[in-house]
């Protein structure tokens, strides 16, 4: 049985590119949690101050239309990441773009004094579920820009390119 060195190598993915897609599934799922709880469970809730400035029924309206963007956006997002995972440069760049924009979103943020709250407590909480995330795309994307990971990368699309 003879083998392939490109074959191997297709089928061989980088402790880097299995990292980096855990803490994209890690990213998607901290997302969740914060949504939750915002929404949800701590007072005051998401869901309450928009039944105090909306009412009940446009309150749930609204918190559906939140879930809904969540689960498309997460959605899109765990198939960029299982793309990626299988070597698609094209989504290795969709997620670094869309890293760059979290970051951008988080740092716009900040710049608008988001975190001035009265306690510490809120402060830390506010910083912990807006940079969280964001820190697990960051490394993420780092990871999938490594040495072994561009090599990785280049060799699917060698791959890619022969089979067509």
Same mark, same amino acid.
Not at 35 to 47: E, Q, Y
Not at 74 to 87: E, I, P, T, V
Not at 152 to 159: A, L, N, Q, V
């Given at each position: 049985?003879?083998?392939?060195?490109?074959?191997?190598?297709? !089928?061989?993915?980088?402790?880097?590119?299995?990292?980096?897609?855990?803490?994209?599934?890690?990213?998607?799922?901290?997302?969740?949690?914060?949504?939750?709880?915002?929404? @949800?469970?701590?007072?005051?809730?998401?869901?309450?101050?928009?039944?105090?400035?909306? &009412?009940?029924?446009?309150?749930?309206?609204?918190?559906?239309?939140?879930? &809904? +963007?969540?689960?498309?956006?997460?959605?899109? @997002?765990? @198939?960029?990441?299982?793309?990626? !995972?299988?070597?698609?440069?094209?989504?290795?760049?969709?997620?670094? #773009?869309? &890293? #760059?924009?979290?970051?951008? +979103?988080? %740092?716009?943020?900040?710049?608008?004094?988001?975190?001035?709250?009265?306690?510490?407590?809120?402060? %830390?909480?506010?910083?912990?579920?807006?940079?969280?995330?964001? +820190?697990?795309?960051? &490394?993420?994307?780092?990871?999938?820009? !490594?040495?072994?990971?561009?090599?990785? @990368?280049?060799?699917?699309?060698?791959?890619?390119?022969?089979?067509?």
């Amino acid at each position: 049985m003879t083998t392939n060195p490109e074959t191997d190598q297709r !089928r061989t993915r980088p402790k880097q590119v299995e990292t980096a897609f855990l803490l994209l599934l890690a990213a998607i799922a901290v997302d969740a949690l914060v949504w939750t709880l915002d929404t @949800f469970v701590i007072a005051p809730s998401g869901l309450d101050e928009m039944r105090n400035e909306m &009412g009940e029924g446009q309150a749930i309206q609204q918190a559906a239309m939140s879930a &809904g +963007f969540l689960i498309l956006t997460s959605g899109l @997002f765990l @198939f960029f990441a299982f793309q990626m !995972r299988q070597g698609r440069n094209w989504a290795r760049n969709t997620l670094a #773009a869309a &890293g #760059a924009l979290v970051a951008f +979103f988080l %740092i716009n943020s900040m710049s608008m004094n988001e975190f001035d709250k009265a306690s510490t407590a809120d402060v %830390i909480y506010d910083v912990f579920i807006s940079v969280s995330p964001v +820190f697990l795309v960051a &490394g993420a994307v780092l990871l999938m820009f !490594r040495p072994t990971a561009n090599t990785y @990368f280049s060799g699917m699309k060698r791959t890619d390119q022969q089979a067509a």
